[in-house]
């Protein structure tokens, strides 16, 4: 499922975009420090415990993959039973996403870039964070990934 505001992106003329508070950026940022630490601390920025995931050495990551699952279905429930809105005041509006060829190919690579750099793409700051230098090279290739992602995106199945 995708997960979206009911937005407009065009304004009408003369109507300028509503900005984003400093609250909402500093929100943003404690919750990303916040994350951060949560990803240190329970050790899903550690290249072994992905490596040993992988492997099915240990159930860690495994356990923490489906707590994070609960978590956001839990999430998702209370957001449309309370009608919950965006930090914009929009509606939050749910529409799954439909299933594409690409996805396969995708998840292969997503996989593959995980297994052998041991971070997807939010633990990569906290390792950062933590001082893991190789981190650095596993953000440039992530943002070559992304950059390349978009540049070929009218060629790729869809």
């Known amino acids: 499922m995708e997960t979206t505001t009911e937005t407009n992106d065009r304004q009408p003329r003369g109507q300028a975009k509503q900005a984003t508070s400093p609250a909402a950026y500093l929100m943003v940022l404690l919750m990303g420090a916040y994350l951060g630490i949560l990803f240190s601390k329970s050790e899903v920025a550690h290249w ?5 995931m992988f492997l099915f050495r240990e159930a860690h990551m495994y356990l923490i993959i489906v707590t994070a699952i609960v978590v956001a279905m839990l999430s998702m429930q209370i957001i449309k039973r309370f009608q919950i809105r965006s930090i914009e005041g929009k509606p939050i509006k749910y529409s799954p996403k439909p299933y594409q060829t690409g996805v396969v190919i995708g998840g292969m690579l997503f996989g593959a870039g995980w297994a052998i750099t041991g971070a997807c793409p939010g633990p990569i700051y906290a390792q950062i964070g933590g001082g893991q230098p190789m981190a650095l090279f ?4 992530a943002l070559l990934g992304m950059f390349s992602y978009a540049a070929l995106k009218p060629k790729l199945p869809h």
């Not at 596993?138 to 290739?141: A, K, Q, R, S």
Request: net charge neutral; no cysteine; proline share 0%.
């Open 138 to 141: 596993t953000l440039v290739g």
């Open 48 to 52: 072994q415990r992905i490596h040993d």
